[in-house]
């Protein structure tokens, strides 16, 4: 009778641990971002709907040619939404430009669902934005201040050498399209792409956001002129505020994605509790 030998090497087995992914300071101003940032697209699109237009430079009025306009009107006895960038209009009928309020069409570039508040009313619009856009300020500096002094920057978000190779680089996007995500030891830190685009909106498109904001202040314009030299003239600074708003909302929508499609319930609790839980491999016992 033959005897079966047993392999002497451990068989690999895989165990599931809990690592440290995220601090409080990083947990808590992310929370903060989130309620900032929902009440100031809110408030924003209430304050864009008093004026449903984006200029280029000093000045911009009815008569002034508009390059994005969001509006409504009756050219065949049905009132019809539309959008126009440039030369080109879509129609945007019970989405932008017209919306149903009571059972009635009314003419609004943003449905009321959308807008803080949901009535038409400038002067509310802009306390709400105002009162969040200085907490969110302040929560950046915090969020700024604490990534500097703890070297979280450095640590976490700075890309390496390799992973800036067009090669990397390449295969990252590949494997994001087909939804292949970070596992084991990997997982534990950002990949080269998260890295990139955070630091993208963190130094670009916060700032721009933040100054274009402060541009079209009349109060900072008397302090700081500069400001409309520099992003040539309210208008334009209206203008480029409304697109930097547009990118981080595409940011934030894509962001919600990923996590999602990575695995909801393993992310939200790292920016929770932060801690993130991989899959090792590990000797059977």
């Known amino acids: 009778m033959t005897e079966t030998l047993r392999d002497p090497r451990p068989t690999p087995r895989r165990k599931t641990i809990l690592i440290r992914r995220h601090s409080v300071v990083t947990r808590l101003t992310h929370w903060l971002n989130v309620l900032c940032l929902s009440f100031l697209l809110l408030s924003g699109l209430q304050i864009f709907n008093a004026y449903p237009q984006l200029h280029w430079g000093q000045s911009g009025a009815d008569a002034d040619p508009a390059f994005i306009r969001i509006g409504a009107n009756e050219t065949t006895g049905v009132p019809h939404g539309f959008v126009t960038i440039g030369g080109v209009t879509v129609s945007t009928t019970g989405i932008l430009g017209l919306s149903k309020m009571e059972g009635e069409w009314s003419q609004r570039a943003f449905p009321a669902w959308l807008t803080l508040p949901s009535y038409q009313d400038l002067a509310a619009g802009r306390r709400w934005h105002f009162f969040f856009a200085w907490i969110f300020v302040l929560n950046g500096l915090v969020y700024l201040g604490y990534g500097l002094l703890s070297r979280h920057f450095r640590r976490d978000l700075a890309p390496t050498r390799s992973e800036l190779a067009p090669r990397h680089l390449w295969r990252e996007i590949v494997d994001h399209a087909r939804l292949r995500f970070p596992k084991g030891e990997k997982a534990r830190r950002y990949n080269a792409l998260q890295k990139l685009t955070y630091i993208a909106v963190i130094a670009a498109l916060l700032p721009l956001m933040v100054l274009t904001g402060l541009t079209m202040s009349p109060g900072v314009n008397a302090a700081f002129p500069v400001l409309l030299d520099i992003f040539g003239g309210r208008q ?15 940011f934030v929508a894509v962001h919600v994605a990923m996590v999602i499609l990575s695995g909801p319930w393993n992310n939200l609790r790292s920016m929770v509790t932060g801690r993130y839980a991989i899959r090792q491999e590990g000797p059977e016992a």
Do not use: G, P
């Open 236 to 250: 334009s600074a209206r203008t480029l505020h409304f697109v930097t708003a547009s990118l981080l909302v595409a």
